[in-house]
């Protein structure tokens, strides 16, 4: 049986972990894209503390024997007086990752979960993220997930 994964708000305390995790999907990033990405510190700690602060930013962790092995950061977004959308609130996932080495063990799925039940407590319209082309293995885990393609971007590189 596996271990328990505990999904709680994150602390400043986490901000080391954190920045592991982080560190793991911007280098996944530079690789692909490194014509798009630099090579820097994805965060820092005052980025992180003020993004704690915000009461539109839920920041959520998942820990197995006090450990961070996944996080997901989403924002309250309200879009209001569009001239052709109807006003909504959705919450915006920023991040979601799981360490490379505790994937495919339900911890994506529980930090989802969590967040999809906070939508629903704030009785937001939708879910919404942006994943890259090249990350099938993330697309294969929304779809499994029940999320649907909203829209989609292409691109032709000129240089």
Request: charged letters at 35%; proline letters at 1%.
């Amino acid at each position: 049986m596996g271990k328990e994964v505990i999904i709680r708000k994150a602390k400043e305390e986490d901000f080391k972990q954190l920045h592991r995790l982080m560190m793991q999907v911007h280098k996944v990033h530079l690789k692909e894209r490194s014509d798009i990405y630099k090579d820097i510190e994805p965060l820092n700690f005052g980025e992180f503390r003020n993004e704690l602060l915000d009461i539109n930013n839920i920041y959520l962790v998942a820990e197995i024997d006090r450990k961070v092995v996944g996080l997901c950061f989403a924002q309250i977004k309200k879009i209001s007086n569009n001239k052709i959308m109807k006003d909504r609130e959705i919450l915006n996932i920023s991040h979601i990752c799981v360490d490379k080495d505790e994937q495919r063990k339900g911890i994506g799925e529980s930090l989802y979960s969590q967040i999809l039940q906070i939508g629903k407590e704030k009785s937001m319209d939708s879910i919404e993220l942006v994943v890259w082309g090249f990350n099938k293995n993330a697309i294969k885990f929304y779809e499994k997930i029940g999320m649907d393609i909203k829209n989609l971007r292409f691109e032709r590189k000129i240089k």
